[in-house]
Nanobody, 126 residues
């Protein structure tokens, strides 16, 4: 199982970025795929999850109305579209996957995910 994130970078406040998480080595649509982020000096936190087999999507309050998670089964890729970015969105963004994790209550628990990508940094300037 491999997860590779891309799409991070430097953007001004109010701008947009689309992060990608390319997955390989497992049946993509039967896993929960979750985006986490970790800002300097802070704990890693859940941003959004998706599980296509259950038609489930969830967002942290910080991203509701600004972030959209989606998946492309043909490309085995999950995307995180981030709009109206704020300086407080600055972090390293990671995707994680697990067959048994649910995109429901408890989806932000780090220990629920067996597989992690290496992260992609996002910097939002004010």
């Amino acid at each position: 199982v491999q997860l590779v994130e891309s799409g991070g970078g430097l953007v001004q406040a109010g701008g947009s970025l689309r992060l990608s998480c390319a997955a390989s080595g497992f049946t993509f649509d039967d896993y929960t795929i979750t985006w986490f982020r970790q800002a300097p000096g802070k704990e890693r936190e859940g941003v959004s999850c998706i599980r296509e087999s259950e038609d489930s999507v969830n967002y942290a309050e910080s991203g509701k109305g600004r972030f959209t998670i989606s998946n492309d089964n043909a490309k085995n890729t999950v995307y995180l579209q981030m709009n109206s970015l704020r300086p407080e969105d600055t972090a390293v963004y990671y995707c994680a996957a697990d067959r048994w994790a649910r995109c429901a209550a408890g989806w932000t628990e780090l220990g629920a995910y067996a597989y992690w990508g290496q992260g992609t940094p996002v910097t939002v300037s004010s």
